[in-house]
């Protein structure tokens, strides 16, 4: 089955440590993306790369990079600049294009906690 | 700019009665309205979508929307309620034209069925 698959589901993390989530999807897309969920707020985007070896900052960017080697790739490194790292991460994909109506696909997240 | 509101943090129905999720947006120029469900500690699933056409559009699960373009609304509907629909619902808006990378969401509402 067609689909985004991320990991760790739960991740604890020391303060001052980087840590890497992954995000692979095998649905073909093009576009992929980063989200960061916390209670009571919206989704908000950290990233996103419409094509391979191509990245753009969303909205929050700061204290977080990635990469875009592969197409079915795209890992999110949290990193120790990010100052209120603990939330729920959510990796999507979709075609890509300016013309694309279409949904985003969401994988089932990542959860990290600082401690 | 872009915006959207779910006016209700929480919605409370009994099962078998109708639901309403409220949404209201704000753009400029046309927008595509998505509806999305989240289950706990899960990702994000799609519902249904307004594009263009017919304002009541059918989705997942036995939900609906109805666009209202002078009120900028896209409630969400559902005749009968079930315990299973309990989750957090999220509408999101982008504008015609742009990428999938400004979708913006709203904050949630959670919706309760009490059996």
């Known amino acids: 089955d067609g689909g985004i698959t991320q990991s760790p589901k739960y991740l604890f993390r020391k303060e001052g440590q980087n840590v890497t989530l992954s995000c692979e999807q095998n649905l073909n897309h093009d576009a992929m993306y980063w989200y960061r969920q916390d209670p009571g707020q919206g989704l908000r985007l950290i990233y996103y790369?419409?094509?391979?070896?191509?990245?753009q900052k969303g909205d929050i960017a700061e204290g977080y990079s990635v990469s875009r080697e592969k197409k079915e790739s795209f890992p999110l490194t949290v990193t120790s600049a990010q100052k209120n790292p603990t939330a729920f991460y959510l990796c999507?994909?979709?075609?890509?294009?300016?013309?694309?109506?279409?949904?985003?696909?969401f994988g089932e997240g990542s959860r990290l906690t600082v401690l | 700019a872009q915006s959207v509101a779910q006016p209700e943090d929480q919605v409370n129905v009994a099962e078998g009665n109708p639901l309403t999720v409220k949404c209201t947006y704000s753009?400029?120029?046309?927008?595509?309205l998505f509806w999305y469900v989240q289950y706990p500690n899960r990702g994000l699933q799609f519902l249904l979508k307004?594009?263009?056409?017919?304002?009541l559009v059918k989705g997942s699960y036995g939900f609906e929307a109805e666009f209202n373009k002078s009120q900028t609304s896209f409630h969400l509907k559902k005749p009968s309620a079930l315990v299973s629909d309990s989750a957090l619902y999220f509408c999101?808006?982008?504008?015609?034209?742009?990428?999938?990378?400004?979708?913006?969401f709203g904050t949630g509402t959670r919706l309760t069925v009490i059996p």
């Open positions: 753009v400029s120029g046309n927008p595509y």
């Open positions: 999507a994909s979709s075609l890509a294009g300016q013309t694309y109506t279409g949904e985003l696909f």
């Open positions: 999101a808006v982008r504008t015609l034209g742009s990428g999938a990378n400004n979708l913006f």
């Open positions: 790369s419409q094509i391979v070896n191509d990245f």
């Open positions: 307004y594009i263009t056409g017919d304002n």
